[in-house]
């Protein structure tokens, strides 16, 4: 095959391997020589430069010549954009060897030892007072949040068990039923109203992770905030679901 100049001083190949499944497309000086490509090529495929033989495909993956001149330049070859070269690894490793990370050793620390080093994050933030060690924004979080359980047992206390209520929550239509539980739960944090919808729009029996707040039907019971909870004069309204 006859070699021909090429004025662009880089190319753009496909990198393939004796031991990976996969490829990788590098661009590359056409000034290299093939020993200095191989260097290059050592952290692409792991192989030893040492132990590396070289083969060119063309565009169609047609088999061109082997790249076994050390000192010859890449741009010697002709090798285009969108040519394949592919490295034979002779260093004995196996196919699939160097992509198996299991193999790879993990380095660990314990928390106490890392605790102990000067230039981690964690002792930087502790040193700042930044993120979690920051006093001033824990001690105002922790008031945040007892300001928000006051508010919320405020607004609880307002609303009796047994009462009729309709429940307005963000994005979805008015709901009617009756107050059957007001308090805290175990399955979050706050005080929550229990409430037996009239028609079955709930999501659970009245009851959360196998803990029974109060009895109902299968999918007429819910728990929401206070704040979506209006009580009064609600008379049960006819959603039609039993003709659907």
């Given amino acids: 095959m006859e070699v021909t100049g090429l004025s662009a ?11 990976n499944s996969f490829r990788s497309q590098k661009r590359y000086s056409r000034s290299l020589t093939v020993a200095e490509f191989k260097c290059k ?19 169609d993956d047609k088999f061109y010549s082997k790249l076994d001149q050390e000192d010859a330049l890449l741009g010697s070859y002709p090798v285009d954009d969108g040519c394949r070269i592919h490295v034979i690894d002779h260093s004995g490793a196996r196919l699939g060897e160097y ?18 080093r000067q230039n981690s994050v964690r002792s ?14 824990r001690a105002q979080q922790e008031a ?10 405020a607004q609880a206390g307002a609303i009796p068990v047994g009462s009729r ?31 037996r919808y009239d028609e079955p729009l709930g999501k ?5 992770n ?21 009580v009064g004069d609600f008379p049960e309204e006819d959603y039609g679901l039993d003709e659907m």
């Fill in 204 to 208: 659970n029996d009245g009851s959360v």
């Fill in 165 to 195: 209520c309709e429940v307005q929550a963000p994005g979805q239509p008015p709901r009617r039923g009756t107050v059957m539980y007001v308090g805290l739960t175990d399955f979050k944090p706050g005080y929550w109203i229990g409430v």
């Fill in 210 to 230: 196998g803990k029974r707040y109060f009895e109902c039907q299968a999918k007429y019971g819910a728990f929401v905030k206070p704040s979506v909870v209006t």
């Fill in 124 to 137: 930087f933030l502790k040193r700042n007072k930044l993120g979690r060690y920051s006093e001033e924004e």
């Fill in 41 to 59: 090529l050592q952290l692409v495929v792991g192989s030893p430069a040492s132990c590396m033989e070289l083969e060119l495909y063309g565009p």
């Fill in 99 to 116: 992509e198996d990370m299991s193999k790879v050793e993990k380095y660990e620390i314990s928390q106490e030892a890392y605790d102990q």
């Fill in 9 to 19: 001083p880089t190319v753009n190949v496909f990198i393939s391997s004796s031991l």
């Fill in 144 to 153: 945040e949040s007892s300001q928000r359980l006051t508010e919320e047992e």
